[in-house]
Structures are given as structure tokens and as C-alpha cells.
Nanobody, 126 residues
Framework: QVQLVESGGGLVQAGGSLRLSCAAS????????MGWFRQAPGKEREFVAA????????YYADSVKGRFTISRDNAKNTVFLQMDSLKPEDTAVYYC???????????????????WGQGTQVTVSS
């Protein structure tokens, strides 16, 4: 089992950057694929980015490709989401999630994620 706590959200102007962090506690962090999802008001939760257990393979939604970067530090049990060139449409609550997938690839399938953080608000003003 793993517990996840996000941080780093806030208010930023369009074109700006934010770096989200997700600290994990529990055992075997490196056995989990990690993902970031977001949910805007009135919309369903959607996939943003994911990486496999090592961080060597990454996956992105088309809407963020080239602007967001996911990475992880297994020694510190932390996954990051670097968000650059932010747009107002990126405004949402961002969630970190973990999927038990030892030595396997990452996934964008929300149903594959077993553990979720509480979310952190990102607001991009125009």
C-alpha cells in the first residue's frame, strides 16, 4: 500500500510554469507506475502524464505533450510534474496516482491506478 501527497499547486499567469511534487510513503515505491491526472469543474478526471517504474518510459496526453514533463526519484519516493507554457485550459485539480506494475510499462488507463492523492489546485489566469 502507498500513500500519496501532492504539493506545488498555485496561481500562475498564462505562459508561466509550475512544478508539482508527489511524495509517496509506504513500501516498494519503485514497483509502482506513476501518473498525473486532472479534473476541471464539471468535467471528468482525465489523464495527463505517466511513467513506468524506472521513469525511463513516459506517456503524455496530446494536450500537454511538449509542455509538461513527468519524472521520478525512486531514492526519494517522489514523482514530479514540470508544467511549462501553462494555458488557462490547464486549470484543474491535479492528482497523483500509483499503479502496481513492477517491471512493467506505465499506463494512461485510469482504471489501472489503485492509489490516489488528495489533489492540488492549479489555476492559470489569462
Amino acid at each position: 500500500q502507498v500513500q500519496l501527497v501532492e504539493s506545488g499547486g498555485g496561481l500562475v499567469q498564462a505562459g508561466g510554469s509550475l512544478r508539482l511534487s508527489c511524495a509517496a510513503s509506504g513500501r516498494s515505491f519503485s514497483a509502482y507506475a506513476m501518473g498525473w491526472f486532472r479534473q476541471a469543474p464539471g468535467k471528468e478526471r482525465e489523464f495527463v502524464a505517466a511513467c513506468n517504474w524506472s521513469g525511463g518510459n513516459t506517456y503524455y496526453a496530446d494536450s500537454v505533450k511538449g509542455r509538461f514533463t513527468i519524472s521520478r526519484d525512486n531514492a526519494k519516493n517522489t514523482v514530479f510534474l514540470q508544467m511549462d507554457s501553462l494555458k488557462p485550459e490547464d486549470t484543474a485539480v491535479y492528482y497523483c496516482a500509483a499503479s502496481w506494475r513492477p517491471r512493467r510499462g506505465g499506463t494512461s488507463d485510469i482504471s489501472e491506478y489503485n492509489y490516489w492523492g488528495q489533489g492540488t489546485q492549479v489555476t492559470v489566469s489569462s
